[in-house]
C-alpha cells in the first residue's frame, strides 16, 4: 500500500515537472515569434511611410539603425544579468518593455520620437536571444528537436511580420501597425509571470562542465571563428530580412499593392520553418558541425543566384536562401550548446548574438548605402560575398570539431 502511494505520488511529480517544462518552453517559442515580429514591423512600415511623409526609402529605413543597433549591444548585460540574476525575470521585462516600446512607437508625434521607440524596443527585444535560448537549452530533454521548433517559432514572426504589419497598416494605418502588436506583448507578459514557475535551478546549481570539453588551443580557434561566423551570419540574415519586401517589390515587377509584397514576402521566409523542422530531424542522424558546413554552402549558393534573379525564379533562389539562414542558425545553437557549460551559456549567446546583432545597424546602413549607389544588384553582390566568408570559417569550425570529436573518448556506461 504505502509502495503504491509512493509510486503515485512519484508519477504526480513527474508529471507535474513535464507540465511545467511544457509550459515554460511555450512561452519561449511564443516570445521567439514575438521578437523577430516586432524587431520587422519598421521595415514594412518605411514603406508605407514614404508617402506620408514625402521621405525616400533609404531616409526612413535608417531611422531604424539605433534599433537594430540595440538589438545586438544589450544582448551583452541581458546575458549577464540572467546568469546572475534571474532568466525567468529578464523574459518578463522582455514581455513589458518591448509592449510599452511598441505603444510608444504607435503614439509617436515625429519620426524622431518615432526612431526613440524603436531603439527601446531594440533594448527590450536584446533581451531574448542570449537568455530564451540559454533557457531551451537548460529545460529541452530533446535538444534538436526543441531548438528546431524554437527556430520555426522565430521564423514564423519574421514570415509573418511583413504580411501581418501590411494587414494593420491597410486596416488602422501604420500606428496600429504597432500598437496592436504591443498590447498583445504587455497581456502576455502578464500571463507568464502569473503561469510561468520561478527557476528551479539557480545559477549557483547550473552545471560548469560542458558536454564536450576542448583543449585551450582548439577553445581559443573555435570561439574566434565563431565571432567571425557570428559576424557573416548576422550581415547574410539582417540584409536580407529586412531588405526582402523591398527586393520583393522592385524585382517582382507589375506595381504589386503593399499587401501582395508581404505576403510574397510571407511565403519566403516560411521556406525557412520548413527548414528547420528538417534540420531537428537531420542533427540527430548527422553530425551538427558537419551539417552546419553543409548548410552554409547551401547558403552562399543561394544568395549567389538572387543577384541576377527576377520574378518567379527569384522567389525560389530567396527561398533557399531563408531556409539555409535558418537551419544554420538551428546548427549554430547546438554546435554552441555542445561546447559551452549549463553555467555560462547565457553569457556565450550574449557574446554569439551580440556580433549577430549589433551588426544588424551595419546590414541597414550597407542597405541604404549600396542601394542608392547600385541597387538591389549591388546589395546582394555584397552579401553574396560575405556569404562566402561565412562558409570558409564554418568549414574550419567543422575541421576543428571533427578532430575533436574523433579524439573523444566516451564515458563507460555504468552496469545495470
Request: aromatic share 10%; with cysteine; charged share 10%.
Given at each position: 500500500?504505502?509502495?503504491?502511494?509512493?509510486?503515485?505520488?512519484?508519477?504526480?511529480?513527474?508529471?507535474?515537472?513535464?507540465s511545467?517544462r511544457?509550459l515554460?518552453i511555450?512561452?519561449?517559442?511564443?516570445?521567439?515569434a514575438?521578437?523577430?515580429?516586432?524587431?520587422?514591423?519598421?521595415?514594412?512600415v518605411?514603406i508605407?511611410?514614404e508617402?506620408?511623409?514625402?521621405?525616400s526609402?533609404?531616409d526612413?529605413?535608417?531611422?531604424?539603425?539605433?534599433?537594430f543597433?540595440a538589438f545586438?549591444?544589450?544582448?551583452?548585460?541581458?546575458g549577464?544579468?540572467?546568469?546572475?540574476?534571474?532568466?525567468r525575470?529578464?523574459?518578463?521585462a522582455?514581455?513589458?518593455?518591448?509592449?510599452?516600446?511598441?505603444?510608444?512607437a504607435a503614439f509617436?508625434?515625429?519620426?524622431w520620437?518615432?526612431?526613440?521607440?524603436l531603439?527601446?524596443l531594440?533594448?527590450f527585444?536584446?533581451?531574448y536571444?542570449?537568455?530564451?535560448?540559454a533557457?531551451?537549452?537548460e529545460?529541452a530533454?530533446?535538444?534538436?528537436?526543441s531548438?528546431?521548433?524554437?527556430?520555426?517559432c522565430?521564423?514564423?514572426g519574421?514570415?509573418?511580420?511583413?504580411?501581418?504589419?501590411?494587414?494593420?497598416t491597410?486596416?488602422f494605418s501604420?500606428r496600429g501597425?504597432?500598437l496592436?502588436?504591443?498590447?498583445i506583448?504587455?497581456?502576455?507578459?502578464?500571463a507568464?509571470?502569473w503561469?510561468?514557475?520561478?527557476?528551479?535551478?539557480?545559477?549557483?546549481?547550473?552545471s560548469?562542465?560542458?558536454?564536450?570539453?576542448?583543449?585551450?588551443?582548439?577553445a581559443?580557434a573555435?570561439f574566434a571563428?565563431?565571432?567571425?561566423v557570428?559576424?557573416t551570419?548576422?550581415l547574410?540574415f539582417?540584409t536580407?530580412?529586412v531588405a526582402l519586401p523591398?527586393?520583393?517589390?522592385?524585382r517582382?515587377?507589375?506595381?504589386?499593392?503593399?499587401?501582395v509584397?508581404?505576403?510574397?514576402?510571407?511565403a519566403?521566409?516560411?521556406?525557412?520553418?520548413l527548414a528547420q523542422?528538417a534540420?531537428g530531424?537531420?542533427v540527430?542522424?548527422?553530425?551538427?558541425?558537419?551539417l552546419?558546413?553543409?548548410?552554409?554552402?547551401?547558403q552562399?549558393?543561394?544568395?549567389a543566384w538572387?543577384?541576377?534573379?527576377?520574378?518567379?525564379?527569384?522567389?525560389v533562389a530567396?527561398?533557399?536562401?531563408?531556409a539555409a539562414i535558418?537551419?544554420?542558425?538551428t546548427?549554430?545553437?547546438l554546435?554552441?550548446?555542445?561546447?559551452?557549460a549549463?553555467?555560462?551559456?547565457?553569457?556565450?549567446?550574449?557574446?554569439?548574438?551580440?556580433?549577430?546583432?549589433?551588426v544588424?545597424?551595419?546590414?541597414?546602413s550597407m542597405?541604404?548605402?549600396l542601394?542608392?549607389?547600385?541597387?538591389?544588384d549591388?546589395?546582394?553582390?555584397?552579401?553574396?560575398?560575405?556569404?562566402?566568408?561565412l562558409?570558409?570559417?564554418?568549414?574550419f569550425?567543422a575541421?576543428?570539431?571533427?578532430?575533436?570529436?574523433?579524439?573523444r573518448v566516451p564515458?563507460p556506461?555504468?552496469?545495470e
Open positions: 500500500m504505502a509502495s503504491d502511494t509512493f509510486s503515485n505520488r512519484t508519477d504526480s511529480s513527474v508529471a507535474g515537472s513535464s511545467r511544457r515554460a511555450g512561452f519561449l517559442n511564443w516570445a521567439h514575438l521578437d523577430h515580429f516586432f524587431i520587422l514591423i519598421f521595415p514594412t518605411a508605407g511611410l508617402a506620408s511623409y514625402g521621405r526609402y533609404s526612413l529605413i535608417a531611422l531604424s539603425t539605433a534599433s543597433i545586438g549591444l544589450f544582448s551583452l548585460p541581458a549577464w544579468l540572467a546568469d546572475r540574476w534571474s532568466r525575470n529578464m523574459m518578463a522582455f514581455y513589458f518593455g518591448c509592449g510599452l516600446s511598441l505603444v510608444g509617436a508625434p515625429s519620426l520620437m518615432l526612431a526613440a521607440a531603439f527601446a531594440g533594448v527585444a536584446a533581451i536571444h542570449p537568455v530564451g535560448t533557457m531551451l537549452i529545460t530533454t530533446q535538444r534538436g528537436r531548438l528546431a521548433f524554437n527556430g520555426v522565430g521564423n514564423l519574421v514570415s509573418l511580420a511583413a504580411g501581418i504589419t501590411a494587414a494593420l491597410a486596416a501604420w501597425a504597432f496592436v502588436p504591443g498590447v506583448a504587455i497581456a502576455t507578459g502578464a507568464y509571470v503561469l510561468a514557475p520561478d527557476e528551479e535551478r539557480h545559477a549557483s546549481k547550473r560548469s562542465a560542458p558536454d564536450v570539453a576542448l583543449s585551450m588551443p582548439a581559443v573555435i571563428l565563431f565571432m567571425v557570428a559576424l551570419a548576422g547574410v539582417n536580407l530580412t523591398k527586393i520583393v517589390d522592385e517582382i515587377g507589375g506595381g504589386i499593392p503593399l499587401v509584397v508581404g505576403g510574397l514576402s510571407t519566403v521566409f516560411l521556406c525557412g520553418g523542422i534540420v530531424r537531420l540527430e542522424r548527422f553530425p551538427p558541425h558537419l552546419f558546413a553543409a548548410i552554409a554552402l547551401i552562399f549558393a543561394g544568395v538572387a543577384v541576377r534573379a527576377t520574378g518567379t525564379t527569384l522567389l530567396l527561398a533557399v536562401t531563408m535558418y537551419g544554420q542558425i546548427v549554430n545553437d554546435v554552441i550548446a555542445r561546447y559551452t549549463d553555467a555560462w551559456r547565457g553569457r556565450v549567446y550574449a557574446v554569439r548574438y551580440f556580433f549577430t546583432f549589433m544588424s545597424g551595419v546590414a541597414v542597405i541604404a548605402i542601394y542608392g549607389r547600385g541597387g538591389f549591388l546589395v546582394l553582390g555584397v552579401t553574396a560575398a560575405v556569404a562566402l566568408a562558409f570558409v570559417a564554418v568549414v569550425i575541421v576543428i570539431a571533427n578532430g575533436v570529436e574523433k579524439t564515458h556506461v555504468p552496469a
